[in-house]
């Protein structure tokens, strides 16, 4: 009805002589616009009722719903905890598993040294060990792997931390053979236990009294 009664104002407009024809079609075109600006605005406020009316369904669901969803949530956050925890107790059961490897490690190794005793230096020449402690004294096993006899001259010993040098030892070792010995600390603590030995010997050829060789060891930690 409006169009058709712009169209006739427009056209009486037209016979009095009031617009020209271009005006009149300036006229229609800017109604047309308008017009489909309109439409499209009423579809759109039909589109934004209908999903405002969904929404509003949505919120009432979700009201009369929400102790539900909530304790899914809950459950939810819950079953992510538990996963984590679990995670994290197969992470300490492979950690104490490891440990419990490394104990018994460690508890072999010091078997193995209360028999055999705690090497001090291994090489091509000699094998040196240190075996027992008793009234003042240390005893050591070494073994002789050259063709050459040496005699063996202690020069200073650290017994957990204290250094002495007023040392006593006399042993001549044959070749390829091995011997236990002591050496006599003056001024150690009779029967004190060792927990740690440094120290410094040599070996001496007994044709020609040439030093054949260097024992140097430090702060070796001795469990037996």
Do not use: W
Not at 68 to 82: A, F, H, N, R, S
Not at 132 to 157: C, H, W
């Amino acid at each position: 009805m409006k169009k058709i009664a712009v169209l006739m104002i427009s056209f009486l407009a037209f016979l009095s002589g009031c617009v020209s024809q271009e005006e009149h079609d300036t006229l229609q075109t800017s109604y047309e616009e308008l017009e489909t600006k309109y439409v499209a605005q009423e579809k759109e406020i039909s589109t934004l009722t209908e999903n405002n009316e969904n929404l509003q369904e949505v919120k009432s669901l979700y009201d009369q719903n929400k102790d539900v969803i909530d304790d899914v949530i809950k459950q939810e956050e819950l079953t992510k905890d538990i996963a984590l925890k679990e995670q994290e107790v197969d992470e300490l059961s492979e950690q104490l598993e490891e440990l419990k490897g490394n104990i018994l490690a460690e508890e072999e190794q010091i078997e193995k040294e209360k028999e055999e005793g705690v090497v001090l230096q291994d090489d091509d020449i000699v094998k040196m060990t240190y075996l027992s402690q008793k009234n003042g004294s240390l005893t050591f096993y070494i073994e002789n792997k050259t063709d050459t006899p040496f005699d063996i001259m202690p020069r200073y010993l650290s017994v957990n931390d204290t250094s002495y040098s007023d040392l006593y030892i006399y042993e001549v070792i044959a070749p390829k053979s091995n011997a236990t010995f002591e050496v006599e600390i003056n001024g150690y603590p009779n029967n004190e236990d060792v927990h740690s030995l440094g120290g410094l010997f040599e070996l001496n050829d007994m044709d020609n009294f040439n030093k054949v060789h260097t024992l140097e060891f430090n702060n070796i930690s001795i469990r037996i």
